[in-house]
């Protein structure tokens, strides 16, 4: 059950569909770049861009003025790209670290978006700046990776900051409602808007599981009862 400082009117003209990202998706984007510390002049890399939250935190990083790097699968770039991402790379590239630091004078970004997993959390590790950078953790979609005490004080001098939302509400309702504020004013300001999720029927929700597996999907997927 959605606790009621969660939730938020539709906007008019929104169907329920388009709404659906007002949950979690829209709110985890919102609270990771804020955990992150985004702001103008800063260089912000999100991963899965091209997904619902991805989007939504392309979308707010360049509403604050940040430099946004975005990683997606090819035939996704320009969707990434009409969000506002400055530079777009392949998300099953060979070496994302080395490439950010190409884009960034070898510095790294202030503040990595990372919800990869799997070998991608190296990655989002390396491509974050010494000392000062920071690492949202807020999904594993490429599996489980670790990370030690001595990757951290020799390799990684990087914050690692872990997000996931449903503790956010019940441990930091504050945060959670400078949040909630937040993305009501992005909303009446135009910054944020519908979007077009892929609906698919209930009785699809296999199919849907499977297009997202094999990540053909862009944005929201949407169930129909």
Not at 26 to 48: D, M, S
Not at 176 to 202: F, H, I, K, Q
């Amino acid at each position: 059950m959605l606790p009621a400082a969660a939730a938020m009117p539709v906007p008019d003209g929104w169907t329920d569909e388009q709404a659906l990202g007002l949950v979690v998706n829209r709110p985890t984007a919102l609270a990771a770049l804020r955990l992150g510390g985004v702001a103008a002049g800063r260089t912000v890399l999100v991963h899965a861009a091209a997904g619902a939250t991805g989007q939504a935190a392309v979308t707010i990083a360049r509403h604050v003025g940040a430099t946004v790097i975005a990683t997606a699968s090819p035939g996704k770039h320009a969707t990434v790209l009409a969000r506002g991402a400055h530079h777009v790379l392949d998300s099953r590239g060979d070496d994302i670290a080395r490439e950010v630091r190409a884009l960034t004078d070898g510095a790294g970004v202030d503040l990595v978006l990372e919800s990869a997993g799997g070998a991608g959390f190296a990655a989002s590790l390396a491509a974050a700046k010494r000392v000062t950078g920071r690492v949202v953790v807020f999904g594993l979609a490429g599996g489980e990776a670790s990370l030690s005490n001595w990757g951290l004080v020799y390799e990684h001098q990087v914050h690692v900051i872990g997000l996931n939302l449903g503790v956010l509400i019940r441990a930091a309702p504050q945060v959670l409602g400078e949040v909630m504020a937040e993305l009501s004013a992005l909303l009446a300001g135009g910054v944020l808007t519908p979007g077009r999720p892929t609906v698919y029927d209930l009785a699809d929700g296999a199919r849907a599981l499977t297009d997202l597996e094999a990540r053909s999907t862009v944005g929201k997927l949407a169930l129909l009862p």
